[in-house]
């Protein structure tokens, strides 16, 4: 399925009632400990014990699985039996997402192979237990969940104490004896597996599961413009969005005017006719309709049914719907793959072993043992090839193929624990094969060249082979970004050796510190690192995993701001870069970089269960490329300032205030004071936003400087008195209840919902909510100390005088935007006089302190002490109660007016590995296109997309071929020369590549053009004639100047020049 990697890029999209939990006694024997990095001390766990869900720490987790899903999360007992590299990742991830409690089982000890991915084992633990040497590590991921170790064996009184089991490198004898007790006992269960660059998955939830919300995604809904009355009903949305519901989907309606059955009728299945309209019920009993109107999805349970696993593997084959594909591309593949599964299986139980790396003679058994399974299955589609790899590299140990199998599996528990989000249903395959070295490169692995050293790399030695991994230690990477896909990285990095030997290293940078809401996703974090810098604990988190990394951290953000460390002599010295950004601008910026140096990139995001893989490379594929206009839509002004009818117009409004009110009027007033030229800087900026600004400074310094704390809520009152009552009556009388346009229809019908003032009250919550909050804000920007006293703060707002409002008929209010841009033109006069006489005031300003400065806000909403989520929350809630919108609670007010991106481990790991498998092929060299895969995949659904790059497309000039990959590299001065003219510039140009330079161009500056007179300019040194031209001097860390020629041969080429200075 090869569709472009731009189709795969993922851009950011956008009332819980706490309960007490009691807890009974634990008696002392039984209490599991966590234990602290880095600290001696044992907490028993009773300690950290929850009364309901911790959202400090499942924040970001939470806009992906519910608090009622948490909820059940947490009561949940998980199982997970074997500790190599697969274990352990979905033991990570599940423990990260909040289980009750996980018990970790292995009767085997550690050996060399294990280190491949195994990231909780060392050297020091060779010959000792895996489950016990990774349960102290595994119980420091959440204080909340009990870890606990097991070494027996898994007999049935023990397996009846869980609700979910999984199982990972079992033999098949043991799937099958656990699977039938485990859907004989409704408990939940599953199988992960990987064998090499394969990987293998199966679930059975039971012969009745179900399934609350199949998708995870907020409901859907619209805004309703007429309704037929007919059999079925016709729906008509309003035309300001296309609707997105599907067939099948089922509604219910609140607000209709007239139709006012549909009001409460209940859940209403609906036909999609078109993107504005759908069919709904008989409405032809039904009374007219008016207008109005709101159609809102509702969820539907789905009850699932499972088939145990000795019927679903026979079933495989027969049934296409029991294996989910995770590459279209491989279908026949991946049927031969669940087979090959099981040849391995009886392979294994036959010589007690797996196949030997490249071992030719077990190839064969494989292969004839799997043709067995294929007459007994009556299956003749048979990829012999298929069976031939996995067992070239069966007795492989891959750090990324575990973390991406690892993910998937670990997010099934979170599915069986939750009922959130659709489960596999039944089977899934997987293969990385491509990742192989290819032999018409000259690579020849042999079974010498693949056989165990004793060392920490053996697993992955069995694959690739020992002269990969001398070169995989040789590498020099770029890791963008420590937060969640990040620490991946560098987890998966630390495993497979990537920069760990004698040339290698890894240089990693992140400007951020560590939060609590991070140690919920970033897993090399704990609590006692909250406040110290994400590198830097991130790189010595990776040496503890291998000791050999040579790491470095850096607390840059990489940027034109610090290309003075990141110059061209840095890039020249890298090996490749991989991108853990979290906002496109960065990506683009990133990826201009590696272009621009040649360097390939692996860049990788998420949002909540959805996450996508890029893989740029030089000379053979597309750019991540520039941004585009995919994030969220800009809201209207005038839908923000007059017309909401969505809580997230309220949201982004009460944003605005916030940042208005507490943030930009507060810098403004620093700059005015500390900047003369502050004035008459603001007037060049345009009248209209010159007198806004100016008189925003004139009464803070002015007639609303608060004294004192009184005067705070005071302030705070009229606010109130001002946007919800005020504002509204005048727009209320601008346009009237009954307005109608000049149609004849309604002025308030369809996306314009009609207000109405409300009227203080102090014993309204949300009404003192907005007063304490706004009250203390404003105290703050003052220096001002508040108060949260409801008691005191009613007792001053007893004797506020609000001032008396009468709208006036002279005011106009724009329904458009277009319609205010022409209106602020017409008052172009009028905004000239005001701003004249806003300079006259505040040149008469006189102030009893000149040092007095204000205390600017910076949003931030993780911070429940500072009245930040306090403020947009009452402000939102009180617009969306003017305008009969439902009210938004903290939990999605924060995720709206916050922007916060969805997160979840189990998305993190999964899209990590998948960047890693990327890597192998980099750093192999491997040269075709048909190599490389972009990936978009969905966990919710187990929807997966994978598809080559889009070749990087080409251009000509003079007859000759060039892509985005291609420049003109001019080394300006040779050792002990002179540095290049322009005129040897472009006679350089003309003598190697055939063109005739007509203009050239530095940012906005003209070197040269044949146009115009600069004939002088032809002896000039390439370095002068830019100072001359910019009359700048060029930065002392600069190493490469960009240029953009035009060519007589082609004025339209924009293939840069670039200049290296040294």
């Not at 979170?414 to 039944?426: D, E, H, I, M, Y």
């Not at 272009?595 to 893989?613: A, C, D, Q």
């Not at 002015?702 to 005020?726: F, G, T, V």
């Not at 920007?781 to 409801?790: D, E, P």
Request: include cysteine; charged fraction near 25%; aromatic fraction near 8%.
């Amino acid at each position: 399925m090869a569709e472009c990697a731009r189709q795969n890029k993922l851009h950011n999209i956008r009332n819980t009632t706490k309960t007490e939990t009691k807890v009974k006694p634990i008696p002392l024997n039984h209490i599991t400990f966590y234990f602290d990095r880095g600290s001696k001390r044992q907490t028993p766990l009773k300690e950290m014990a929850q009364a309901d869900i911790d959202e400090g720490l499942y924040s970001r987790q939470l806009y992906v699985i519910d608090h009622d899903a948490m909820r059940r999360m947490g009561k949940a007992d998980v199982l997970i039996a074997g500790m190599r590299g697969l274990g352990v990742e979905i033991a990570k991830n599940v423990i990260l997402a909040g289980v009750r409690s996980v018990t970790v089982q292995d009767e085997g000890v550690v050996e060399w192979r294990d280190l491949s991915s195994q990231f909780y084992l060392k050297d020091a633990d060779l010959g000792q237990n895996r489950a016990l040497c990774s349960e102290k590590q595994l119980s420091s991921l959440n204080v909340y969940v009990r870890v606990s170790a097991w070494t027996n064996k898994l007999n049935n009184d023990f397996l009846r104490k869980f609700q979910v089991v999984v199982l990972t490198n079992s033999p098949l004898e043991e799937q099958l004896r656990v699977g039938t007790f485990c859907h004989s006992n409704n408990i939940k269960f599953i199988v992960a597996d990987t064998r090499g660059l394969c990987g293998q998955l199966f679930c059975d939830f039971g012969e009745s599961f179900e399934v609350r919300d199949t998708n995870g995604e907020t409901p859907v809904s619209a805004m309703i413009a007429h309704i037929s009355k007919e059999n079925p009903g016709i729906v008509t949305c309003t035309d300001e969005e296309s609707h997105e519901f599907t067939d099948g989907m089922f509604v219910n309606f609140s607000e209709v005017q007239g139709m006012t059955e549909l009001n409460g009728y209940g859940p209403i299945e609906i036909k999609v006719r078109d993107s504005y309209s759908f069919t709904i019920c008989d409405t032809s009993k039904f009374s007219e309709y008016v207008k109005g109107g709101v159609a809102t999805e509702v969820k539907q349970p789905e009850i699932l049914n499972f088939k145990p696993l000795n019927v679903a593997l026979d079933e495989a084959l027969r049934d296409s719907e029991l294996v989910e594909m995770t590459d279209y591309g491989k279908r026949q593949r991946h049927l031969s793959l669940h087979l090959a599964f099981q040849a391995l299986h009886r392979f294994t139980q036959k010589y007690s072993r797996t196949p030997h790396p490249r071992s030719q003679a077990d190839v064969e058994v494989m292969v004839t043992i799997t043709k067995e399974l294929c007459t007994d299955a009556k299956f003749d589609e048979l990829d012999e090839d298929v069976v031939r790899d996995l067992s070239l590299v069966a007795s492989g140990d891959l750090a990324p193929v575990n973390a991406f199998i690892g993910g998937l599996a670990a997010q099934e528990v979170v599915k069986a624990c939750s009922g959130k989000f659709t489960p596999l249903r039944q089977w899934l395959y997987f293969d990385a094969l491509e990742c192989l070295p290819l032999e018409e490169d000259g690579v020849v692995l042999t079974e010498d060249a693949c056989a165990p050293r004793d060392s920490r790399y053996d697993g992955q030695i069995a694959v690739f082979g020992s002269d990969f991994q001398d070169k995989l230690k040789k590498q020099n990477y770029f890791l963008v970004g420590a937060g969640a896909i990040g620490c991946e990285l560098l987890k998966n990095f630390a495993l497979i050796g990537l920069g760990a030997g004698e040339g290698g290293k890894i240089t990693v940078t992140d400007m951020d510190s560590i939060e609590r809401s991070n140690l919920n996703r970033q897993f090399l974090f704990r609590s006692q690192d909250i406040g110290r810098l994400k590198s830097e604990v991130a790189a010595e988190s990776v040496k503890e995993m291998n000791p050999y990394m040579n790491i470095i951290s850096h607390q840059n953000r990489v940027c034109a701001e610090t290309e003075e460390v990141y110059t061209y002599s840095f890039y020249s010295h890298l090996d490749g870069v991989a991108a853990a950004l979290d906002n496109v601008d960065a990506r683009v910026y990133l990826d201009q970089c590696c272009v621009k140096n040649k360097k390939p990139m692996l860049e990788g995001g998420t949002l909540g269960s959805k996450g996508h893989t890029l893989v740029v490379v030089p000379h053979l594929t597309e750019s991540y490329g520039p941004s585009t206009s995919g994030g969220q839509k800009a809201i209207p002004i005038c839908t923000l300032k007059n017309f909401p009818h969505r809580i997230e117009h309220t949201l982004q409004w009460a944003r605005d205030q916030f940042e208005g009110l507490f943030k930009q009027t507060a810098e403004n007033v620093n700059h005015y004071l500390s900047d003369p030229t502050f004035v008459d800087r603001t007037v060049a900026r345009g009248d209209v936003e010159a007198v806004e600004m100016l008189e925003g400074v004139y009464k803070c310094l002015s007639e609303e400087w608060p004294q004192n704390w009184a005067d705070c809520i005071s302030w705070a009152r009229k606010q109130w008195e001002m946007l919800y009552n005020n504002h509204i009556r005048q727009l209320l009388h601008c346009f009237p209840p009954d307005q109608v346009t000049s149609s004849g229809l309604p002025f308030w019908m369809g996306a314009k919902r009609c207000p109405h003032p409300l009227i203080f009250d102090t014993n309204n919550i949300t009404h003192m909510d907005f007063i304490v909050a706004a009250a203390n804000l404003y105290g703050q920007i003052y220096g001002i100390t508040g108060s949260k006293n409801r008691a005191d703060i009613q007792s001053v707002l007893q004797g506020v005088k609000v001032p008396e409002f009468t709208p006036k008929s002279s005011v106009k209010i724009a329904e458009t935007d277009q319609q205010l841009k022409e209106e602020n033109e017409e008052r172009k006069e009028e905004d000239k006089v005001k701003l004249e006489m806003l300079k006259e005031k505040l040149s008469k300003l006189q102030l009893a302190n000149q040092n007095f400065r204000m205390h600017p806000q910076e949003f931030e909403k993780d911070d429940d002490s500072n009245f930040h989520m306090d403020y947009i929350v009452a402000t939102s809630n009180l617009r969306a109660e003017n305008y009969d919108i439902p009210t938004a609670d903290r939990h999605k007010s924060k995720l709206i007016a916050g922007r916060i991106i969805p997160a979840i481990a189990t998305t993190t790991a999964a899209i990590a590995g998948l960047m890693c498998l990327e890597l192998y092929k980099l750093v192999q060299g491997h040269r075709k296109i048909t190599s490389y895969r972009n990936a978009y995949l969905y966990l919710a659904t187990q929807y997966f997309v994978f598809s080559q790059p889009c070749v990087a497309p080409t251009f000509t000039v003079a007859g000759q071929r060039y892509s985005l990959w291609d420049d003109f590299l001019v080394q300006g001065r040779h050792e002990g020369q002179k540095e290049m003219t322009l005129e040897e510039l472009l006679k350089h140009i003309k003598e190697k590549h055939k063109l005739n330079i007509t203009g050239l161009y530095y940012g906005r500056a003209v070197l040269y053009s044949n146009l115009s007179d600069h004939t002088g300019r032809l002896k000039l040194s390439i370095t002068d004639l830019v100072r001359s031209a910019t009359k700048g001097e060029i930065p002392d860390h600069q190493q490469m100047l960009e240029f953009i020629p035009s060519f007589e041969e082609d004025e339209d080429c924009m293939m840069p020049i670039r200049y290296l200075l040294r």
